[in-house]
């Protein structure tokens, strides 16, 4: 049984040197035994850009996209540019290394390495995933939370790393268990300037007057891979889609909302700020079987 | 020649279950090799917290403060409350593994360790540091930028970590490269309604009319430690201290400035958002005797 597997890059980047004594592109190692440095500023800093990709029926699923958002935070951090094609191939093999499974997944984790020695550390990880069907028809119960930064400082304070996918995540857990504390399941931010941004792992997209929509771009929030597929799925079904800057009440007033994320795939918004919302059972289970079986 | 020495903590808090297998309360390992699990919350997520001390001839410098703010940042993040008695000795036991030497440093992490095992990670870096002195002679240049957050976030908004030393700390090395693409060294956080807040690895200190002041405490910022140990040093010298909101503009007109921390101590700031401050070399001198001297 292999429901876990690790590679272990040996060079991440074609622009940093390659690790000490290096032959192949990626070594497949024991993710049970201590693989990281001390060091590592993953480890010390989060210090770094990850991807997480779901895996249905052996196949990565939006890998080319995820490819292209994991060098986009790169370059948002000034890490050397992963090596795409290393990076493919040992997304393959840790897949090919998984017992068969209906659904798995894959973290792709890209690091400036250990403190002062130049090289990035780069790994990518594979499991098994459990069961999301609960979630996928049941819903979670959202609480709105203060995510800080206004909905431009992606353009104002680049700094900030607002839009890229950082080891930095700490403040993605701790809304979560405020979330809980408030007897919630999930989290969608507000910016300080009262706008919809993201769930912490996840993309808001909602339905209203037979449209599906999500908060524009160039908030400082991801582009959603998974939005980016479900999109699609609307396009293909005759219904229009689009991009909306908007508040926490504007969102309080559409049909249906979604948590759209690469492994749990569209979960429906089933309270919305203690208010119960309708989970249209049949459309969330044609987008979630869309996501599911999709080859792309 | 011993110039690191790593300790991991075999039951980092007494509030979840030691490790397998465990009978010391921690294990001197070799900080060249693996130690950590790609799977940890530390290298994943950011998910943990971290202290630096200072070692002046062998012996820590405000060990039991930065031990406390140790336990306020793992209380902040919902993080098992650190086994004090146990960090204190695997940090003296590092301590005593380096070498001689007359500046050394202290790293000390919890994470909340592997995803879904429920026990924490603790491990004790120690190093012997570089040669200061030019910094703490010449000083930094320094510009100022947006943190992004209100100055009251700490109370609004808990779950940001504001005030937290935690291991997200990919935004504090952004700005530092933001800081040389604009010619600089360091960086001053200016908050998103305006006040002065910290450096990404320091306190401010400056000085006017003969008195040291530090902005407020509850800014959503780090309690310095060395700024603690400053201010007893000036007022032993019958200077007064003081805590004070106010914006860079107000910044600009102190007669000094300085980024203190713990392992570069008192970096006189020379050069302030691309103006020419003076540097009181002998008040300077001073401050930093006193910082690398103190037995606390």
Same mark, same amino acid.
């Given at each position: ?13 074609? *622009? ?30 989060? *210090? ?22 994991? /060098? ?10 992963? *090596? ?14 998984? *017992? ?78 405020? /979330? ?117």
């Amino acid at each position: 049984m292999t429901r876990t597997a690790l590679a272990i890059l040996s060079r991440p980047s074609l *622009d940093a040197p390659a690790h000490d004594g290096a032959i192949e592109p990626f070594a497949l190692v024991d993710p049970t035994s201590p693989q990281l440095s001390a060091l590592d500023l993953a480890a010390t800093r989060g *210090d770094g850009v990850f991807e997480t990709i779901s895996v249905g029926d052996g196949r990565p699923q939006a890998l080319e996209p995820h490819l292209r958002r994991f /060098a986009r935070s790169a370059a948002t951090l000034d890490l050397p540019a992963p *090596d795409v094609d290393a990076w493919r191939e040992a997304i393959l093999s840790v897949v090919a290394t998984l *017992d068969p499974a209906p659904e798995a997944a894959i973290k792709t984790v890209l690091s400036r390495g250990v403190e002062g020695d130049g090289r990035p550390t780069g790994w990518v990880y594979g499991w098994i995933v459990g069961d999301h069907s609960r979630v996928r028809t049941e819903g979670v119960r959202v609480v709105v939370l203060d995510r800080g930064y206004r909905h431009d400082v992606e353009r104002t304070s680049p700094w900030l790393l607002a839009g890229a996918k950082t080891l930095s995540y700490a403040v993605n857990r701790a809304v979560l268990r405020e /979330a809980a504390r408030r007897g919630a399941d999930d989290v969608i931010f507000v910016s300080s300037d009262g706008y919809v941004l993201e769930g912490p792992t996840s993309t808001v997209v909602y339905r209203r007057g037979g449209a599906l929509f999500t908060p524009g771009t160039g908030l400082g929030i991801l582009e959603g891979t998974t939005q980016g597929s479900l999109f699609t799925f609307a396009e293909e079904r005759g219904m229009s889609t689009g991009y909306e800057l908007l508040t926490p009440a504007e969102l309080a007033e559409a049909d249906d909302i979604w948590l759209v994320s690469s492994v749990r795939h569209a979960a429906p918004v089933r309270e919305y700020e203690g208010r119960p919302m309708r989970v249209d059972a049949e459309f969330t289970a044609a987008m979630n079987d869309y996501l599911r079986t999709r080859v792309d």
